[in-house]
Structures are given as C-alpha cells and as structure tokens.
C-alpha cells in the first residue's frame, strides 16, 4: 500500500489481499457473512490509517523541533511539509464527507460511518452510485478524482526518485484498473454494483493510502534536511562537574567538552581569561575553593568547523562554597524510642555516603540500605543519644558534625475487645469475639504487642466469678461467664499483660463492659 520509506506492512498487505478478494466475490450473492467481512475490512483499514497518523504527528513535531533549533536551515521543507499535511487533511475530511452522505442518504440525518455499527444499509447497492455516478453527470467522481490526482503531483513534485513516483502513480491513481473487464471506470469500480459497506472500505482504503503517502513524503523531506551538512550540526558546549556543591577548603573540579568533538582536533578552551589544559579533548578547570558563597564563572570553546573556520561556543557556569554541614534527620520523628528499630537519614552535601563514618552513645546504629537505623540501650529512656559524623576529606579525617535526640519508653498499648475498651456490646457480638487485641493508637512505628494473659470477671448471686486465660483468646470457661451475663450486667476483662517486640511485659488496666 506504500513505497518509498513506508515498505507494506503484513497487516496493510493482508488488508489488500481481503480487498481484493472480497472485490471478486461480489458477483455471488452478498450474503449477510460477506457484509460483516467487509465491515471486518473496513475497521481493520481504520486502524492501519490511525496508526499511520500517529507516526505523522511524531514526524511533524520532529520538523517543529528541528525549525525551533534552527530556523533558517528547516525553513524550506517545513514550508513543503506544512502544504502536504493541508492538502492530505482536506482530502481525508473530503473523504469522510462522502461517507456521511453516503450514509444519511440511506438511513436518515442520525446515521454515522462507524463500521461497528453506525449505519444500517450495508446492503445497499444504489446509494453509492447514484450519489457519485447518476446525479449530475458524476460530478461528484470528478471532483474527488481531482483532489486525487491534484495530491498525488503535489507530492510527485517533491521527489525525485523515479521508483517512489512510479509507486505513487500506482497508489494514488484514477485510472480504471487494468485487471477489471469491460473497461469499467474508477469510480464504477468503487461505487457501482457494490454494497455501501464495501464503498465504505475502499473509501478508508484510499484515506489510508493518503495518509501512508504523506508519511512517506514528508519523511523524506524531513531527511533531507540534514543530508549535505555538517555531520555535527548540533554542536553545543557542555559542562560536566563533579558537584555544584563543594566543601570550603576543598577544590571545584568540572571538565568542559563539545558534544560531537573530533578528538583528533581537540577544542581551545578559555575560562575567565585563561587557556585550560585539554585532556582527551577536554578542558579541566580547578579552582581553590577557599571562600564561602556562590560562585560563577564564564569563557569560551573554540573548535575548527568543517570549512576550516573557527567555531566559537560560550560557556558559563556557576557552584556554590559552603562551610562543612551535616544533615541528620530522623525518618519519623524528633525522638528515638527505646526497644524498637528507629530510622535515620544521615547525609552530608558533596561527600558519597559510603565515605561517612557514624556513630551513637546510649545506643547502637547499623547501616540498612540508603539509610541507618537505630536502637537505644534497654534502659536508657528519659537520657539523650548524640549522634556523630565524620568522613576522611582528600586524605584528612574531619569531623562533620553532631545531633542530639532524646530517647523515650515507648508508650503503652490499648487492649481492646471489638475495637472497645468499655461502653456497651450485644452479647451475640461479646461471645463471638475470638479474645483481646492490644492496640497502639496514633504510635507512628508499625509496631505490634501481643497479649500474654487476662482474666474475665462477672458477679454472679453477689459473688465475683472469674476465669483466668495464658494467651491472648478466651477461654471455653470465660466464654461460658459472658454467655451467662444478663442485660444490664457488667463483663470486666482485667489483669491484661501484654508483651512488645523488647520482650517486656506491660499491664494494660481493665476493660469493662455492659451487655446490651
């Protein structure tokens, strides 16, 4: 279906083939099975064309790009592009145009092109050759032939490869093919003796050829645009640094290229008034960093062009120098607790972390992943942890700086019975309840406790029963209490001890109940 920078797909040459021989059956009688192929046919031509602009809207953005870097360079074949792109959208909106009449014609104002069901008459064989054939002489033929042949010389005209032209004459003709008998024109081989569904596919078959050839074309113009320059023809100086941060005391190192360079031609770099020295092809700028604040710097990179002229590219850039600092901040919270994993970010401007040294009092800090993670001593809430951090500098060991945070017991969990810790239950609800769960409300680690043991008391005759359980679920007996239990009458869970991740055990109060 397409030439030239766009060869046939499988798909577009499986299209083709079922055209064609869905052309040649229509001879027989067209049966409901052919008409839903043809319908098969023409959503599958829709696809291909919709595929094929999207690629065209790639390209065409490529060619803005390209004119917004340079302008006078792209100027003349986007102009080109622009006027194929304007005649291809006119003649695919022609295109649809015919489509809509062909189809209102038959099934009223409402009806819609729309292969998967927009339109009822797929059967009809008059509509289409009336519109395009009967009525004023085909005028409409001749018109759309027109715009046809009107396209394919406009894109003829800007090529110059014999093949790609003798493929377009092929793709976009109007001349009777020569395999049809009787000498039939091209628009009775569209329009006459077939159902609309099939002039409805050869419609989009030629909507896609439209398309197919204008990626074609205007890719090459888009090609050409480059051809006889110069093979680096986006040359622009680069700066590559080690840091725009950099430690008072310490050096700022950046290295200056050309993208594209030559390194058999290395570029002349000047800084601020002074010729760099140039290690394959790079120019190295150091500088002391002996003073703190922002820093800037400009100059120059000369590199020969392909005429043997001098090619100048300015050059700036700008760091910064600042004191020593440290960057200690807990990933959660101001505080460290005792007896759980606490987790810390420590970094420090300009210096890899892995060259950090870290360390802790009242505590113990490990490296995990990107980050440290911190246990206080058991015993030592209510006390503060420092945190301290160095790193060796270009061979010096140097104290970077230090954090303090205080360190607390972490808090007491909340036992629970249905998410409860008092108020009234129905007792369907209260039995069906497997135990006692320890909560810990609004605790920023995920943190588990487990319940180790309770107790459940009622006062049954004017005496406290009680049942005791070693784990956290109700015993038989306790359950048999609070099947026991009247309306009215108080359920007390009590003596709850629970034990967190540090293995302490914590007494949790009473929770009490009232069956409802």
């Known amino acids: 279906m397409s030439g030239g920078n766009c060869p046939e797909t499988p798909r577009q040459r499986m299209i083709g083939m079922m055209y064609l021989m869905l052309t040649a059956m229509l001879a027989l009688n067209v049966s409901g099975e052919l008409l839903n192929a043809f319908l098969l046919v ?7 064309k919709e595929s094929v602009e ?33 005649k291809a959208d006119e003649l695919v909106a022609h295109i649809d145009s015919l489509k809509y009449l062909f189809v209102r014609t038959a099934d009223g104002p409402e009806a819609t092109p729309d292969p998967n069901g927009g339109y009822e008459s797929v059967s009809n064989q008059d509509i289409a050759a009336q519109l395009m054939i009967t009525e004023n002489g085909g005028r409409r033929s001749k018109e759309f032939k027109d715009m046809i042949n009107a396209y394919r010389e406009l894109l003829k005209s800007h090529v110059d490869d014999p093949d790609f032209i ?55 113009l888009f090609t050409a645009i480059d051809e006889d320059a110069f093979k680096f023809n986006a040359i622009e100086a680069l700066v590559m640094q080690r840091s725009d941060y950099v430690i008072q005391g310490e ?95 420590v970094s420090v401007p300009g210096i890899p972390s892995e060259n950090l040294r870290v360390s802790i009092t009242n505590g113990k800090i490990t490296r995990r992943g990107a980050g440290y993670i911190v246990q206080p001593t058991n015993g030592s809430a209510g006390r503060e942890s420092v945190i301290s951090v160095s ?11 230090r954090k303090s945070f205080r360190i607390r017991r972490v808090p007491d969990p909340v036992a629970k019975v249905n998410n409860q810790r008092d108020g009234t239950i129905p007792k369907a609800i209260l039995t069906a309840q497997l135990g006692v769960v320890a909560d810990m409300e609004d605790f920023e680690f995920d943190l588990q406790f487990k319940v180790t043991g309770f107790s459940v008391a009622v006062i049954r005759n004017g005496y406290i029963v009680d049942s005791k359980s070693n784990n956290n679920l109700f015993t038989e007996e306790q359950k048999e209490l609070m ?9 007390f869970i009590q003596d709850i001890q629970a034990s967190g991740p540090d293995g302490r055990r914590r007494a949790l109060g009473t929770i009490t109940l009232v069956v409802d």
């Open 391 to 401: 790193a060796n500098v270009n061979g010096n060991d140097r104290n970077l700086g």
């Open 42 to 48: 023409d959503r599958s031509i829709l696809q291909a």
């Open 483 to 491: 099947r026991g239990a009247n309306r009215g009458q108080r359920v």
């Open 166 to 220: 003798a493929n377009l004459d092929v793709v976009l003709s109007t001349e009777p093919h020569p395999d049809i008998p009787d000498n039939r024109s091209w628009e009775s081989e569209k329009f006459e003796y077939l159902p609309l569904a099939a002039s409805m596919a050869i419609l989009s078959q030629i909507q896609t050829d439209v398309r197919n050839m204008e990626s074609d074309v205007v890719n090459r």
């Open 251 to 345: 050096d700022y190192y950046a290295e200056i290229m050309v993208a594209g360079r030559d390194t058999t031609q290395p570029p002349v770099v000047t800084i601020n008034g002074r010729e760099l020295e140039t290690v394959s092809g790079r120019g190295i700028y150091r500088v002391p960093a002996t003073t703190v604040g922002e820093k800037s710097w400009e100059g120059d990179v000369l590199i020969k062009g392909p005429d043997g002229s001098d090619r100048h590219f300015p050059i700036k850039g700008q760091y910064i120098v600042s004191s020593p600092n440290v960057v200690i901040s807990p990933t959660k919270m101001n505080v460290f607790y005792e007896g759980v994993e606490n987790p810390v970010e």
């Open 54 to 86: 999207k690629k065209n809207t790639s390209l065409y953005e490529g060619f803005a790009q390209a004119y917004a870097s340079n302008p006078n360079k792209v100027e003349a074949n986007l102009v080109k592009s622009n006027e194929i792109k304007l």
